[in-house]
């Protein structure tokens, strides 16, 4: 049976660390021209029913860097795209290819997909979740902090994928995350709840960004409208009049925290120009492990 990476909460703390120090060892190896083809001659369809720059460019050259072909298939360029059936588009896939990643709408089309699938199907983000992402945000906080545990985390903005996603590991690994949430804009209610109950106490929602953002580690903020809520653009950019991550903000944080975007970013909306070119953000060493963070989940999957 194939092991899927869909959502965190399918890993423990010890095996997701296991695959951030992996990432570790493979960054290192990389910078030093060591090679590490642990997917030599394997080849892992890449599917993306939305628009993507890093997950497609990351997950392609991390393929290629370990020994392995990555193909880049757009729904809308195959057979995906004029519907046929996840469930059939999963079992051709799994005949050709050692693994899968797969970028899309619903949660359930990528469960859907592993149900079908005889190799390894990991989430390139869904309306859900966005586990790569968090997998790399928190290889950026351990190389910045030297660890993730006795940290203070925010979340402002959203309660969007990223989001859910950061109240899942933060579940899993045990730490503090403060999130700041319009009213009406609040993360997942079951994620919510399966988080709580894993870790009474570590996770609070507040709808003051002031208050989760108050002497915080770690700031992560996040576009307003998803992709897929475009429509919704003016009606939120109202919703989330505050909500800002600017100057003023950061400064309520520690002196060392860091800012954490996944990007892409909208300059004047959901973070300022001057907090995202400024000396807390790390957001371009954040990009960059999502190439060495991914390598590490492939290469912990794919056989
Ligand atoms: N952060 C992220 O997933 O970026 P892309 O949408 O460019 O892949
Ligand atoms: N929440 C954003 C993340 C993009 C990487 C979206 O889903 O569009």
Redesign the pocket.
């Known amino acids: 049976m194939a092991r899927h990476f869909l959502a965190l909460h399918d890993f423990s703390e010890i095996e997701l660390y296991g695959m951030l120090t992996l990432a570790r060892e493979l960054k290192e190896k990389q910078k030093q021209g060591v090679p590490h083809k642990l997917l030599d001659g394997k080849t892992v369809a890449l599917i993306f029913e939305k ?6 460019v990351s997950f392609e050259v991390g393929v290629f860097q370990l020994g392995g072909h990555g193909l880049f298939i757009s729904s809308a360029n195959s057979q995906m795209g004029r519907g046929e059936p996840i469930k059939d588009t999963a079992r051709v896939m799994a005949r050709y290819c050692d693994g899968v990643m797969i970028r899309t709408f619903g949660q359930e089309i990528v469960d859907e997909f592993a149900r079908y699938s005889d190799v390894p199907v990991i989430n390139g ?1 869904t309306d859900m979740f ?1 586990p790569c ?1 968090i997998m790399a945000d928190l290889m950026t906080v351990i190389e910045q902090k030297r660890t993730y545990e006795g940290l203070v985390y925010a979340w402002v903005g959203d309660g969007n994928n990223m989001a859910n996603t950061w109240i899942e590991a933060a579940a899993i690994f045990g730490f503090e995350l403060r999130l700041a949430c319009p009213k009406g804009y609040e993360p997942d209610a079951a994620v919510m709840a399966w988080a709580m109950a894993k870790a009474p106490g570590k996770i609070t929602l507040t709808s003051d960004p002031k208050v989760a953002v108050a002497g915080a580690d770690v700031i992560n903020t996040d576009v307003w409208a998803s992709m897929g809520q475009e429509a919704e653009q003016k009606i939120r950019e109202q919703a989330f009049a505050g909500y800002c991550l600017d100057d003023a903000l950061v400064s309520l944080a520690k002196p060392d925290c860091i800012v954490l975007h ?3 970013a909208h300059r004047g909306e959901e973070i300022s120009d001057s907090v995202i070119e400024g000396k807390h953000s790390v957001v371009w060493d954040e ?1 960059e492990n ?1 190439l060495h963070v991914q390598k590490a989940i492939m290469a912990t999957l794919i056989k």
């Open positions: 628009a993507s720059t890093r997950t497609r983000l966005h992402q996944c990007l892409p990009a999502r």
